[in-house]
C-alpha cells in the first residue's frame, strides 16, 4: 500500500552510487540504455555484462527507438549491491527551453517503477547533472521536491552525490 511521501526518508551520502546497498539505484542512462559516461558507465562497469544484456532485451523488445527523456524501467543489477537498476533517462539542459517537467517525471518515473518492483530503498545520482550540463542547484531543487510531493511506499530515497558541491546543493534543498 502506497503512502503519502512525507513518510519517505530523504538521506544524503557523498560518493560512489555503485558502491550503496539498496533494493535498487537508479541509473543516469541515455536513451540507447547501452551504457556510457559518468554513472551510466560505471554501474555498467560494476555490475557486469548482466546489465548490458538484459537493456539489449529491452531494446529488442519494448525500446526499439530507444527509452524516452523522462521515462524509466528496470533490469537486474548484475553484481552490483542491489536488486535491481532503474534506468532513467534525463533531459539536457536548455537555456531557452524549460525541461523541468521532464527532469521532474525521471524521479516520478522511477520511484513508480521501484513501487512496482516492491523496492523499499532507492539511490538516486543528480540526474543531468553531468554531460546534461543541469545547474546543481535547480537539479537538486528538483529533486527533492519532486520526490516529497511523489506518493510512493519507498521508504528512504538516497540522494548519492558525487562531489561536496552537489552534496552542500542537495543539503541545501534538505536542509
Known sequence: MAHDGAMTTLTLVQGDITAQHVDALVNAANSSLLGGGGV?????????????????????????????????????????????????????????EDRSGLLASCYRESLRVADELGARTVAFPAISTGVYRWPMDDAARIAVETVRATDTAVEEVR??????????AFTARTG
Open 40 to 96: 551510466d558507465g560505471a554501474i555498467h562497469r560494476r555490475g557486469g555484462p548482466e546489465i548490458l544484456d538484459a537493456c539489449r532485451d529491452l531494446r529488442a523488445s519494448q525500446y526499439g527507438k530507444g527509452l524516452p527523456t523522462g521515462r524509466a524501467v528496470a533490469t537486474t543489477a548484475g553484481r552490483l549491491d542491489a536488486r535491481w537498476v532503474i534506468h532513467t533517462v534525463g533531459p539536457v539542459w536548455s537555456a531557452t
Open 159 to 168: 540522494f548519492v552525490l558525487f562531489d561536496e558541491p552537489a552534496y552542500a
